[in-house]
């Protein structure tokens, strides 16, 4: 059974840093890719940016280029996602989830099968 724990949400002030970590188990990822979403109250679900597990090849949304960054640990089984100079906007539960890789980047809800629970990011002004 594939799970996925995130970790690492909190209360940050503004132009903080954060980084949430994405435990995945059950099944072997390499042929996967892991994105992260997020959602703020009162708004879709918003994607962020994905990783190629096995390649390690990232692809970021526009507006989150620059300041987000996607990593994976191999030995851990566990993906990242470092969020600097934060701001209130940022503030939103952030989701991680696992899609079987295809020939294009996965950017869509529908493109992912396994979510996580989410964690809450909180940015204060």
């Known amino acids: 059974q594939v799970q996925l724990v995130e970790s690492g949400g909190g209360l940050v002030q503004a132009g903080g840093s954060l980084r949430l970590s994405c435990a995945a188990s059950?099944?072997?990822?390499?042929?996967?890719?892991m994105g992260w979403f997020r959602q703020a109250p009162g708004k879709e679900r918003e994607f962020v940016g994905t990783i190629n597990w096995l390649g390690g090849g990232t692809y970021y949304a526009d507006s989150m280029k620059g300041r987000f960054t996607i990593s994976r640990d191999d030995a851990k089984n566990t993906v990242y996602l470092q969020m600097n100079s934060l701001k209130p906007e940022d503030t939103a539960v952030y989701y991680c989830?696992?899609?079987?890789?295809?020939?294009?980047?996965?950017?869509?809800?529908?493109?992912?099968?396994?979510w996580g629970q989410g964690t809450q990011v909180t940015v204060s002004s």
């Open positions: 059950g099944r072997t990822f390499s042929s996967y890719d």
């Open positions: 989830a696992a899609g079987t890789r295809r020939n294009r980047w996965l950017r869509t809800r529908n493109d992912y099968d396994y």
